[in-house]
């Protein structure tokens, strides 16, 4: 069964640093694609960055580029998400999710939830 | 940005009947479109890929249809466990993947 558990999420003040991690079991983590997603509170789904299976591609959305950074250890089968000069809008539950074959989101975790607030 | 809305926001509709949600693209997703469930405090679940396809352990009252702009995720039968929040989600514009808004299902 494949399982995606986050944690890392907390309250932080503006301008501080989190980092979440995702931790995946039941597949080959090496094969697959991964995504952190986000959803505000009572607000919808947004894509937050993507890592391709080696880490070599790296994506991010542009709300979060210089101060967020993906990154992924395939011997601890782990998925990371290093947040700096963090943001009130920032705030939402993050997900890790893995991308199928065809790219569209066919596992996700639990979710983390990030506050930013003084 | 490719920008996907949904219709309408909240449905209510009664146990037992059909429910028709409506996804529109603003433009064409060639046929990558996804359909997710998502319950209070969980995460989302697959449900359809490929706008028709229906993800594994899916029951065969979700079904899923439409091309180019204009896609409906169908719930034949409603059940309890049914009432959520749908999303649709294009995969054509990779990896800027853009969700709809979600429509509530909620009992009538």
């Known amino acids: 069964e494949v399982q995606l558990v986050e944690s890392g999420g907390g309250l932080v003040q503006p301008g501080g640093s989190l980092r979440l991690s995702c931790a995946a079991s039941?597949?080959?983590?090496?094969?697959?694609?991964l995504n952190w997603v986000r959803q505000a509170p009572g607000e919808g789904l947004e894509w937050v960055s993507y890592i391709s299976g080696s880490g070599s591609t790296i994506l991010y959305r542009d709300s979060v580029k210089g101060r967020f950074t993906i990154s992924r250890d395939n011997a601890k089968n782990s998925l990371y998400l290093q947040m700096n000069s963090l943001r009130a809008e920032d705030t939402a539950v993050y997900y890790c999710?893995?991308?199928?074959?065809?790219?569209?989101?066919?596992?996700w975790g639990q979710g983390t939830l990030v506050a930013v607030s003084a | 940005e490719l920008v996907m809305t949904q219709s309408p926001a909240t449905l209510s509709v009664s146990p037992g009947e059909r429910a028709t949600l409506s996804c529109r693209a603003s433009?064409?997703?060639?046929?990558?479109l996804a359909w997710y469930q998502q319950k209070p405090g969980q995460a989302p679940r697959l449900l359809i890929y490929?706008?028709?396809t229906r993800a594994t352990g899916i029951p065969a009252r979700f079904s899923g249809s439409g091309s180019g702009t204009e896609f409906t995720l169908t719930i034949s039968g409603l059940q309890s466990e049914d009432f959520a929040v749908y999303y649709c989600q294009q995969y054509n514009n990779w990896p800027m993947y853009t969700f709809g808004q979600g429509t509530k299902l909620e009992i009538k």
């Open positions: 490929g706008a028709s």
């Open positions: 433009q064409s997703v060639n046929g990558k």
């Open positions: 999710a893995r991308l199928a074959d065809l790219p569209y989101f066919d596992s």
């Open positions: 039941g597949f080959t983590f090496s094969s697959h694609e």
